[in-house]
């Protein structure tokens, strides 16, 4: 069973920085594709950055220049750096995993963009 367990969220003010962690208990070679979703309250979950076994990775416009996606193949985990928050940007962050054998979800972690 792969398990993807995030880590780092909390309180950040805005224009601050946070980076979250996701280990997953798989090599991320075994994954077509990597990312970040978030879900803000009363909205659908969003991508926020994704990364492919090749290729650089994708970022919407919203977080573009702000979040930086990156990943430590020895360590089974991917990180994304969250760069001059924006009260916007609150809401609950999952990592995911896809590969031929489904597509696996971390359990979420919190941040709250607040002065």
């Known amino acids: 069973q792969v398990q993807l367990v995030e880590s780092g969220g909390g309180l950040v003010q805005p224009g601050g920085s946070l980076r979250l962690s996701c280990t997953i208990t798989?090599?991320?070679?075994?994954?077509?594709?990597l990312g970040w979703h978030r879900q803000a309250p009363g909205k659908q979950r969003e991508l926020v950055a994704r990364i492919f076994k090749i290729g650089s990775p994708y970022y919407p416009d919203s977080v573009k220049g702000r979040f930086t996606m990156s990943r430590d193949n020895a360590k089974n985990t991917v990180y994304l750096q969250l760069n001059s928050m924006k009260p916007e940007d609150t809401a609950v962050y999952y990592c995911?995993?896809?590969?031929?054998?489904?597509?696996?979800w971390g359990q979420g972690t919190q941040v709250p963009v607040s002065s």
């Open positions: 995911h995993a896809f590969s031929t054998s489904g597509t696996y």
């Open positions: 798989e090599s991320i070679f075994s994954f077509t594709s």
